[in-house]
């Protein structure tokens, strides 16, 4: 019997030193929503339809950030009730405060931040 409980504390001990040893990954709220409220960012790009440039949109809420976005041929922004920054072409920095209306170069946002 006590062999069973020392093997037992023994895996105890190992499981908590993985847990308790690895660094916790930062949380990250943000995430892409439906373009259904004014708060959200909103990101306008144009892509072809039919063979005409149309504009379209793409939205995100909460805080945090996203370098595995990628939206090309960007227009313009609206920030909402949203603050932080973003990277066009992964070089230009943009920097937006709430409620703001920006009209962007056209490239491709490669990183999000919302604070």
């Known amino acids: 019997m006590p062999r069973m ?3 037992a ?3 105890v001990a190992a499981s908590a ?3 308790l040893g690895l660094p916790a990954a930062p949380a990250s ?3 892409e929503v439906r373009c259904t409220q004014s708060d959200f960012l909103y990101i306008y790009y144009t892509q072809i339809v039919g063979g005409y440039k149309v504009e379209a ?8 950030e996203d370098d595995q976005i990628w939206v090309n041929d960007v227009t313009r922004l609206s920030s909402g009730n949203n603050a932080g920054y ?5 070089f230009t920095g943009v ?3 709430k409620w703001a209306d ?4 056209e490239g491709g946002v490669t990183f999000l931040h919302i604070n």
């Open 5 to 7: 409980f020392k093997r």
């Open 9 to 11: 504390a023994v895996a």
């Open 17 to 19: 030193t993985l847990v």
């Open 29 to 31: 709220a943000l995430n």
């Open 57 to 64: 949109k793409r939205c995100w809420a909460n805080a945090g």
């Open 86 to 90: 973003l990277y066009i072409n992964e």
């Open 95 to 97: 920097w937006f405060g």
């Open 102 to 105: 920006i009209d962007l170069l």
